[in-house]
């Protein structure tokens, strides 16, 4: 992308009802003019999302010569904050931002939402809209802000703070971030596409996977569950057709294991948020179990909880529920799935006889995948004993990165 080209896609844009110009016509300054499409090139060749928004927060931040930046990204309303990017601060002062009620639009970034323009502000204390900082939230006192829209529509705001070696933003500020957030839109619609197409190829590689997987493994333990169930009627005796009845019972097992993968594979990423999948598979479970377990959710999980976390999650999940169907000899269980912080956090609940006879760091296979999937993701694995009877076994691993989620 040129200078003209960005120019041709300012022309595209409708006038604003302020009749304010372009915001390239107003940048004289060739130096500033340079890094601008310096940073508008760089934005255009990042094509995975996560690291694009924090890029445009840092840019903005360069240009702009700001102390504090984010970029918030809003829902279908354009009146929530959903996912809160974040340049700028040291590890403690995010620490203790993280701790508090994360902003959600209201005050001062109320005013983008009501009346989508750039925004600049002295001193956010004194603004009508402002409400005050959340507990954590370290001072701020001017303020900038731009809207990034994609063919029309916000996608969200960059919000900067506290220009440094001046005690406000200035106009020029303004038409550079007013630019960077153009160039930002058309980046930021380029990586959603990138990864569309990427996810078409994912999904397509996994239906010839599931394909391939039916065709031969399951026809494969059908055949030999079969002959198994006619050698039982040709042996005397009792105890060898026990054990062969009980290597049946193993295959049905793993054929189920092994359609419920298949299912997870056709049915993963195609527009099915993390709450869906856990309640699909929870379903799935009941005619095991013998009973409904109600799941609980806090927190913005469908936003928050990526492909990679999502895959080992819902593993775990039945592995977890599988236990208690096989083991715990319980009558109710419940699920749980929330972001605690940064973290995802699930618990599977049940009144079942618990592990009195084990060490809460041994059991069996099963334990021991759902602690190296915990692991893996550089997470944590427990098993609880509950003070009212019964087991709880605590999954908790880091949920994202770079985007934090915006509590509810």
Not at 108 to 120: C, E, G, N
Request: glycine fraction near 12%; charged fraction near 20%; aromatic fraction near 4%.
């Amino acid at each position: 992308m040129d200078i003209c080209g960005i120019r041709r896609y300012v022309d595209c844009v409708p006038d604003d009802p302020g009749g304010t110009r372009p915001p390239y016509d107003s940048i004289e300054d060739l130096d500033t003019l340079r890094r601008l499409l310096e940073a508008s090139l760089l934005l255009e060749s990042n094509l995975d999302l996560n690291a694009l928004l924090s890029h445009i927060v840092e840019e903005a931040l360069s240009l702009a010569n700001a102390r504090y930046g984010a970029l918030g990204i809003l829902d279908d309303t354009g009146q929530e904050v959903t996912e809160f990017v974040v340049s700028g601060l040291y590890p403690d002062e995010e620490a203790a931002l993280l701790r508090g009620p994360l902003p959600t639009g209201k005050g001062v970034f109320s005013v983008l939402m009501d009346d989508p323009r750039p925004t600049r502000i002295k001193v956010i204390g004194d603004h009508p809209a402002s409400v005050g900082f959340p507990p954590g939230h370290p001072p701020m006192t001017s303020f900038l802000g731009a809207p990034i829209r994609i063919r029309g529509t916000i996608y969200g705001n960059i919000y900067l703070t506290d220009k440094i070696g001046a005690d406000e933003f200035t106009e020029d500020d303004q038409s550079v971030i007013e630019a960077l957030s153009l160039a930002a839109g058309i980046a930021v619609e380029n990586a959603r596409l990138h990864q569309q197409a990427g996810a078409v190829a994912v999904y397509e590689e996994r239906d010839r996977m599931a394909r391939d997987l039916h065709d031969g493994v399951i026809q494969r333990l059908f055949a030999i569950g079969l002959s198994l169930q006619g050698l039982i009627a040709a042996q005397a005796g009792r105890a060898v057709a026990g054990s062969i009845s009980a290597v049946v019972e193993d295959i049905d097992e793993t054929i189920r294991q092994v359609r419920a993968t298949i299912f997870e594979l056709g049915s993963a990423g195609r527009g099915q948020g993390i709450r869906a999948s856990v309640l699909a598979l929870v379903d799935e479970m009941q005619p095991v179990l013998g009973f409904e377990v109600p799941v609980e959710f806090g927190g913005p999980v469908d936003s928050a909880v990526t492909d990679e976390v999502a895959e080992q999650l819902l593993a775990t999940l039945r592995e977890g529920l599988s236990n208690v169907a096989r083991h715990a000899g319980a009558t109710r269980a419940s699920v749980s799935l929330s972001l605690v912080g940064r973290e995802c956090r699930v618990e599977v609940r049940d009144n079942g006889r618990g592990f009195v006879d084990r060490p809460a760091s041994g059991g069996g296979l099963g334990l021991g995948n759902m602690r190296s999937r915990a692991e893996s993701l550089d997470g944590t694995f427990e098993i609880l004993q509950a003070p009212s009877g019964g087991t709880v076994l605590v999954w908790q691993v880091p949920a994202f990165n770079g985007i934090v989620p915006v509590g509810q």
